[in-house]
């Protein structure tokens, strides 16, 4: 499933190249399908459009715990848990950082 959802992402990309959602929804499937690399690009492309989005900061946390860059997740976690505290990715933020 990640595969077609990484198709669906690119196609949405190609005509609003940086819509937030689909950044970041392309990074989780990235992410999901082991494609660490990719991810890390379209994550930090997320970020760099959006650094206001608890979101695209949740994701890139995650791109980062998977590369084993502990404390650059954890950044990333923090700053999604200062955006958004309330919201679900706040709070899987805030879930995160108490897990690791």
Same mark, same amino acid.
């Not at 005509?15 to 991810?39: I, K, M, R, Y």
């Not at 990333?76 to 805030?94: F, Q």
């Given at each position: ?9 690119? =196609? $949405?990309?190609? &005509? ?5 959602? %689909?950044?970041?929804? /392309?990074? *989780? @499937? ?24 608890? =979101? $695209?900061?949740? &994701? ?5 715990? %998977?590369?084993?860059? /502990?404390? *650059? @997740? ?27």
């Amino acid at each position: 499933l990640p595969g077609a959802l990484i198709e669906e992402y690119r =196609r $949405a990309l190609e &005509v609003f190249p940086d819509h937030e959602t %689909a950044l970041a929804g /392309l990074s *989780e @499937a990235l992410l999901a399908a082991g494609a660490l690399s990719d991810a890390d690009e379209v994550s930090g492309r997320a970020v760099g459009k959006r650094p206001d989005s608890a =979101r $695209a900061r949740l &994701v890139r946390g995650k791109v980062f715990a %998977a590369q084993k860059k /502990l404390d *650059e @997740a954890r950044g990333e976690w923090i700053a999604a848990r200062k955006l958004a505290p309330d919201s679900p990715y706040g709070k899987e933020a805030d879930k995160l950082l108490k897990e690791k």
